[in-house]
């Protein structure tokens, strides 16, 4: 009788619904309050915690600021009506131009361009994190969203921030108010980790990396013809493209409480293996995958010298060679290969680094790049 009982009851309740994937980062009603709360003039652009070096940041250019203050506005009047929990971390609206990139673990850039659909840039390769994820989740709660690479961007002349940023990008004049919504729910999942949807994120991030590695899987074969024959660029950018997204689930551990759980530790080691089958199942090699720190065979040329910074801040820009004349986003290029010296990879390793990202640069150009940092006392070389 007991067990006829519990039948009847499983199938009055049915099926659970289905959530939305933002639903699993957020509640339905969390996510309801933060789409229905009409921004308040009088509201704070900050909220949360006192600890800078976890900010959440909502960025921003002079004149364009509009969508990100409303989006914390949001946030703020949420809070301080208590219906939203306080964010262990401080979401704060910040100038793109004057901020200090060591204050902050995510940053949420919003670019207000004219006629512009809601897009979602993707950061750049060498600060992969999970920003980038979480604010596709929440954009497609809206509808249909343009996802784009940081290199297709261009004309936007976006400036990384040295730390994980993604970009909404959204007019300023528009019907509804998608973009502050977007940012208000992905800056306010973010300062809260770890909260009940990180189980969830974890879970994004796996799908999320095969996503975005098809997308170079199809770059990859185009790039190897009709015979399918992989070149060492071609190694080098689908290689590149796997440890982008190694990175990206290792950025996870860094919302964590310190020292992080070892079963979590675990679980993304597990995460990061799991994507590389990639490399094979295309027909790309049949090795195993070769992590970018070690020689990939093929490659021109090999620049074992490690580069290290011998300050903080910003690196001086001295004149770059003239091969780079040839990038339309000659000053980003410029900062990626600064971003990519931690003193462990090598001029070599540095370079692949950023031809995956953007197109295949000469090695001999990337050491006198290098060469000049060093002497303009920038960094060392050993």
């Known amino acids: 009788m007991r067990l006829l009982i519990i039948g009847l009851l499983l199938l009055q309740l049915g099926p659970r619904t289905p959530l939305t994937p933002a639903e699993t980062l957020l509640s339905l009603e969390t996510l309801g309050l933060i789409v229905a709360q009409a921004p308040l003039s009088t509201a704070s652009t900050q909220t949360g915690g006192s600890n800078s070096a976890n900010d959440v940041l ?74 980038d994820e979480v604010v596709e989740v929440f954009a497609h709660q809206v509808g249909p969203v343009e996802l784009r690479a940081f290199e297709n961007v261009g004309q936007l002349a976006l400036e990384p921030f040295g730390v994980a940023t993604t970009t909404i990008v959204t007019s300023p004049v528009t019907i509804n108010d998608y973009a502050s919504f977007v940012a208000a729910a992905s800056a306010y999942f973010l300062a809260t980790l770890p909260n009940a949807g990180a189980e969830a994120l974890l879970s994004h991030l796996t799908v999320g990396a095969h996503a975005r590695l098809a997308e170079d899987g199809r770059r990859a074969v185009a790039q190897m013809g009709n015979q399918q024959r992989a070149s060492a660029d071609v190694l080098i950018m689908f290689g590149q493209a796997i440890e982008r997204e190694r990175r990206r689930m290792r950025s996870f551990e860094r919302f964590m409480p310190q020292p992080v759980d070892p079963m979590l530790h675990s679980r993304i080691l597990d995460m990061e293996k799991g994507i590389t089958s990639v490399w094979t199942s295309i027909g790309m090699t049949s090795s195993p995958f070769v992590p970018a720190a070690v020689r990939i065979r093929g490659r021109g040329g090999d620049d074992r010298r490690v580069p290290t910074r011998t300050g903080s801040g910003p690196l001086p820009r001295p004149e770059p060679p003239t091969a780079f004349l040839k990038f339309p986003n000659v000053d980003v290029v410029i900062a990626e290969l600064g971003n990519f010296i931690d003193g462990k990879r090598t001029i070599s390793d540095i370079r692949d680094a950023v031809s995956a990202e953007f197109t295949p640069i000469a090695l001999p150009v990337v050491s006198d790049y290098f060469e000049r940092l060093a002497k303009a006392g920038a960094i060392s070389i050993r």
């Open 58 to 131: 909502l960025t921003c250019r002079e004149g364009q600021c509009g969508t990100a203050t409303r989006a914390a506005r949001k946030i703020n009047a949420l809070v301080t009506a208590n219906k939203l929990p306080q964010p262990l971390r401080t979401i704060r609206v910040a100038s793109a131009e004057n901020e200090s990139s060591n204050r902050a673990v995510a940053a949420i850039h919003v670019a207000e361009i004219d006629g512009r659909p809601l897009q979602v840039v993707r950061g750049l390769w060498s600060k992969a994190g999970i920003g």
